[in-house]
């Protein structure tokens, strides 16, 4: 019998479509994509060559105009379809940038609404 093995997320995930750039910090291959769902300690990226599970990353995101980025680390990818992303080191005023979008994410999900960012 095979076991299935069900993915599991450390934290609750929002959808959230922003522009990324993904780059590998060892060969400085970059790809670009959408984010599909965000956290508080990742996201998923669509993008049709995902990078190899284990890969060492830096993400730039934007959202309206608002950028963030972050060093993570590619945990999951799935062919034509993306991978997925934990973050590994952020700095303190991009951690506030993520924190401020899964508020609004939080409010516009119960229907409250929250100033721009």
């Given at each position: ?8 997320h ?6 959230l479509r ?5 780059t590998d910090?060892?060969s ?5 994509g ?9 996201c998923?990226?669509n993008?049709?060559?995902p ?8 993400i730039?995101m934007t959202?309206?105009?608002?950028n963030?980025q ?14 997925g992303i934990?973050f ?8 506030m ?21």
């Amino acid at each position: 019998m095979q076991q299935v093995q069900l993915e599991r997320h450390r934290a609750r995930r929002y959808p959230l479509r922003a522009n990324n750039e993904v780059t590998d910090v060892q060969s400085e291959t970059r790809i670009s994509g959408r984010t599909g769902d965000l956290s508080l300690v990742g996201c998923h990226v669509n993008t049709l060559k995902p990078l190899t599970p284990g890969t060492k990353i830096r993400i730039k995101m934007t959202h309206g105009s608002v950028n963030f980025q972050a060093l993570g680390r590619v945990v999951y990818a799935r062919s034509n379809k993306g991978m997925g992303i934990v973050f590994t080191n952020i700095q303190p005023n991009d951690q506030m940038v993520l924190e401020k979008w899964i508020a609004q994410l939080r409010a516009s999900e119960r229907g409250a609404r929250l100033p721009a960012l």
